[in-house]
């Protein structure tokens, strides 16, 4: 049996026997490295505002609401359901199909999914989601602070997927704060993400001897330990400072294919907190023996770290990746 076919993970036992929301008419061509150098960017210009189309659905989304809704799915801003980041978990218990949401609230869920990713991304989220737990449908949403009048913040929870609008509500966090995505197939061919490994991978290939023995560790830290260390912290991997300028061209080029579902805004806040955090010389690249899932040195987990920016991606026994990218104050 192919180890890339395995489907277990204690993580993740969830029904997949629910009907959908909403299903993918066909894939979309990955976007690949699009998007602008943004190293040099502004930060003040970067990041979505209240008046973002996802935000304006939220705002809609949020009006809509009944008394009895807004018992069930608002909370405070500052509510500790708004940091927790799980690979697996529904932030409120009415499903998106579920008649708890009217036909026109699905439709605003809809256009917020819409505005906070690519066409790409958002076809890649529709075929994630429809794989992993039956569709759309059984996502479970929540509204944080009122849209409006002051911070606010939409999620959307469920298996393998934690995504927020938030209008830039959370200073110097990108995407509002830590997003997870994953996917349960495991075959290359059907995972809807290897598409990263085999990118990052490039980057390994590209490093000679003495990179790739630094670069590799044996194994990987807690998946989801993706808190932000700040600049007096040691980092696993080699750092992306002491490569060659080609190699470093290749770095962007790979975190740029890595943020390709996402919208431009998110993008740019990423690159605009990048580079006030120090930039690319800042990340540390980690590549992880541990799950080599064929013994192929294909290196299914790995890491790009520094003192703003955590993504690790853990692809063995199938794709769990959690992203934390900000500022510290």
Not at 103 to 108: G, K
Not at 186 to 193: I, Y
Not at 241 to 251: H, R, T, Y
Not at 286 to 303: P, S, V
Request: with cysteine.
């Amino acid at each position: 049996m192919n180890p890339r076919d395995r489907q277990t993970c204690p993580d993740c036992d969830a029904s997949l026997d629910r009907r959908t929301f909403i299903r993918t008419v066909g894939s979309a061509a990955l976007i690949g490295a699009a998007g602008p150098a943004l190293l040099s960017g502004r930060f003040a210009a970067a990041a979505p505002t209240s008046k973002s189309a996802a935000e304006t659905a939220v705002g809609r989304f949020f009006t809509s609401l009944s008394e009895e809704q807004r018992k069930t799915i608002v909370f405070p801003f500052e509510h500790e359901l708004r940091k927790k980041i799980n690979a697996n978990w529904h932030v409120t218990k009415p499903r998106i199909e579920e008649e708890f949401y009217s036909t026109e609230q699905r439709a605003l869920i809809d256009e917020i999914l819409k505005g906070i990713t690519t066409e790409d991304g958002y076809q890649r989220l529709l075929r994630q989601t429809d794989s992993d737990s039956g569709g759309i449908g059984d996502y479970s949403v929540a509204v944080f602070g009122t849209p409006g009048s002051g911070q606010f913040e939409w999620e959307i929870t469920g298996r393998h997927l934690t995504l927020r609008a938030d209008g830039d509500s959370v200073d110097k966090a990108a995407f509002g704060g830590p997003i997870v995505y994953g996917h349960g197939l495991e075959k290359p061919s059907e995972n809807l993400f290897f598409y990263q490994t085999k990118q990052v991978n490039e980057v390994f290939k590209a490093l000679d001897a003495k990179q790739s023995a630094r670069a590799l560790v044996s194994s990987a830290p807690v998946e989801n330990d993706v808190a932000l260390r700040g600049e007096k912290a040691s980092f696993a991997g080699i750092p992306v400072g002491e490569l060659s300028a080609d190699q470093k061209q290749l770095v962007e080029a790979t975190l740029k294919v890595l943020l390709a579902p996402h919208r431009k805004e998110d993008v740019e806040e990423v690159f605009a907190i990048l580079k006030a955090g120090g930039g690319l010389d800042k990340l540390h690249l980690a590549f992880y023996q541990e799950g080599d899932l064929l013994d192929d040195k294909t290196w299914d987990i790995w890491r790009v770290e520094g003192p703003s920016f955590v993504w690790h991606f853990r692809g063995a026994p199938h794709v769990h990746a959690y992203i934390n990218i900000g500022l510290m104050s």
